[in-house]
């Protein structure tokens, strides 16, 4: 057992240090546990080309084994990455465990790692030099968590389709996030063994694994400094309970475990989020400023007239059921295209094919210069300027209206994080821009007063007007509204009608799913009727609201009509 005030000190933050590594997965809502594996890895690696005298006559030969350390964990990440990642939740959970499993027995069994008996190592690691890289990694992720990618990963923790439909890579900020972890692991394994002064494959075994994922979640992994509180906790608990007598048998464990569970149940944000929370009550509305100006160039709209979408007998089936069959749809810049039918007409699934949610199964279609022939990823339809809305909304709950805004700036603002690293003044700027264009749109729904809250704590109809300015944040050429007056009154209705019209104008496309048929009549320019997956009317609204097939199909007797136009 180690012993003495160094040996803590140095603990202290290389379990602080390893924690980061859970962090950064956890950060982007991965469950990835494969670190003790990478830790091993870039540690026996490391040992290979780690002179044994000092660099210069004076500086730790460890120096050389960081970056070597950092590139082999995150090489060996992404090589474990590519058939993984695919994997969610526990999924990805076990099969990154088995990795661990799989590296520590093979080095057990290996000649040039010494087998079960391990290597001896000289003690390089110093308290100076742990504590350095701790706030390195420190300095790192609170320069990253207010930039663009640090809000990517925030959005693909929150709600991974609605981060794909604002244009975020989801596949390549978890490989990001997986990399990153692998490459802190390999930081921390290097460490561990050259301040230990033995390298066995047992030290990097499943309980390793554990501890640091306990610590993870114990520190919090929602804010910059969670891994040191969690590190600070799991190194410091047991040395108070030692200071106290409290050490012997089952009580040291015990203790351990409650403090543990206490944590995890009463504060499932972890230790920092004691003092997240303090913050949050000070938390005030966002100040007025002159957004316009600082709200970035934006290329202009395509001219009114201009092809959009383009559907030539595009279809779904998911396994029998004809979701849509054959639809042919042209829409034109400028215009405000209402689809409607009955419940289970294929709506969304018409929309989740304009958006790239889902493949078609037959027909040919066109979506600003995308084709719809299911090679298309979901932030590939973003980036070329489709924005949606959820009928069941998907806010990133935990992040601010304001934050939620400049997530769906993403595709028309660039990345910050290096140089926001160096403090640039571009990069300040290019912040300011994408907060600019996200407070524009707030306040075009009627949610600058609001800015400050979180997606959660706002009403149902705000939340639903939040969504929309997530969406306009994008500078979309063509906007798809699934159902966003569901649960709305006549008057906010009426509102949301009004502001429809207005981006017409401004040049959006727009693509509204709606029952409301009062608000589709009076907002749309143009209306297609599905039914059972089938268009069965399209044109003018009035001609479309008198077609006997549309009435019979869907708009149902003059009562109903009445009722629905109530909605
Ligand atoms: N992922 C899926 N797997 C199997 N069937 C599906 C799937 N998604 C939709 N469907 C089926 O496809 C049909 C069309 O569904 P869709 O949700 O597109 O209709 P909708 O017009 O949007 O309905 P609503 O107005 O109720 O939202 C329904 O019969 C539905 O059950």
């Not at 924690?19 to 950064?24: G, H, I, K, L, M």
């Not at 690696?45 to 004076?58: K, N, Q, V, Y």
């Not at 972890?181 to 030290?203: D, K, M, N, Q, W």
Request: one cysteine or more; aromatic letters at 8%.
């Amino acid at each position: 057992m180690l012993v003495g005030y160094d040996t803590l000190i140095v603990m202290l933050a290389l379990t602080g240090i390893f924690a980061f590594s859970f962090y950064v997965v956890l950060m982007a809502g991965q469950l990835s546990l494969g670190q003790a594996g990478f830790a091993s890895v870039a540690a026996y690696t490391s040992t290979l080309i780690i002179p044994e005298e000092p660099l210069f006559g004076a500086l730790s030969p460890v120096l050389v084994g960081i970056p070597f350390a950092m590139l082999v964990g995150a090489l060996a990440a992404f090589l474990l990455g590519l058939p993984v990642l695919r994997l969610r939740g526990v999924y990805l959970a076990i099969a990154t465990i088995a990795f661990g499993e799989v590296v520590r027995i093979y080095m057990t069994s290996a000649e040039w790692t010494g087998g079960a008996r391990g290597l001896r190592l000289d003690k390089w690691v110093t308290p100076d030099l742990a504590w350095i890289l701790l706030f390195v990694l420190m300095y790192l992720f609170w320069r990253l968590r207010p930039s663009r990618t640090g809000r990517a990963f925030a959005a693909v923790r929150e709600d991974e389709l609605a981060a794909g439909s604002t244009g975020i890579d989801v596949a390549r900020t978890r490989m990001m996030s997986f990399m990153a972890s692998g490459a802190i692991a390999g930081l921390y394994g290097l460490l561990y063994a050259y301040f230990v002064r033995r390298i066995v494959p047992g030290t990097f075994d499943f309980s390793m694994m554990l501890d640091g994922l306990v610590t993870g979640v114990v520190g919090g992994y929602l804010v910059f400094f969670g891994p040191l509180l969690g590190g600070a906790f799991f190194t410091l608990v047991p040395e108070a309970q030692r200071l106290v007598g409290l050490e012997a048998g089952w009580i040291h464990p015990f203790v351990t475990s409650a403090l543990l569970l206490l944590v995890i149940l009463f504060l499932p944000g972890g230790l920092s989020s004691l003092i997240t929370r303090l913050g949050a009550t000070r938390r005030r509305p966002i100040p007025e400023r002159p957004w316009s100006e600082l709200a970035p160039k934006l290329d202009p709209l395509p001219e009114r007239g201009t092809p959009v979408l383009t559907l030539s007998g595009i279809g779904k089936d998911y396994g029998g059921v004809h979701a849509v069959r054959g639809v042919d749809v042209t829409v034109t810049s400028g215009e405000v295209l209402g689809v409607i039918g009955p419940n289970g007409a294929g709506k969304t699934t018409l929309v989740n094919m304009i958006s790239g949610l889902v493949p078609p199964t037959e027909g040919t279609g066109d979506v600003l210069g995308i084709k719809l022939d299911g090679s298309g990823r979901v932030h590939r339809f973003a980036k070329a300027g489709v924005s949606r809305t959820f009928q069941h909304s998907k806010l990133f709950d935990r992040l601010s209206v304001l934050e939620n805004a400049m997530v769906g700036t993403h595709v028309v603002t660039r990345s910050t994080f290096l140089r926001r690293l160096l403090w640039l003044p571009s990069a300040r700027r290019d912040d300011r821009a994408a907060m600019a264009q996200a407070m524009l749109q707030i306040q075009r729904v009627g949610l600058g007063e609001r800015a400050h809250l979180t997606a959660a704590e706002l009403s149902y109809g705000d939340q639903r007007r939040l969504e929309i300015a997530r969406a306009l944040a994008a500078h979309p050429t063509l906007l798809i509204l699934d159902e966003p007056a569901a649960g709305m009154n006549h008057v906010e209705a009426a509102e949301l009608s009004q502001l429809i019209r207005s981006l017409a104008d401004d040049g959006i496309t727009v693509m509204l799913i709606e029952h409301n048929v009062r608000m589709v009549l009076d907002t749309c320019t143009r209306l297609v009727v599905l039914n059972f997956g089938e268009v069965i009317a399209s044109g003018d609204p009035e001609s479309v609201a008198a077609d006997p097939a549309v009435i019979e199909a869907y708009l149902g007797s003059e009562e109903t009509q009445k009722e629905k136009a109530h909605e």
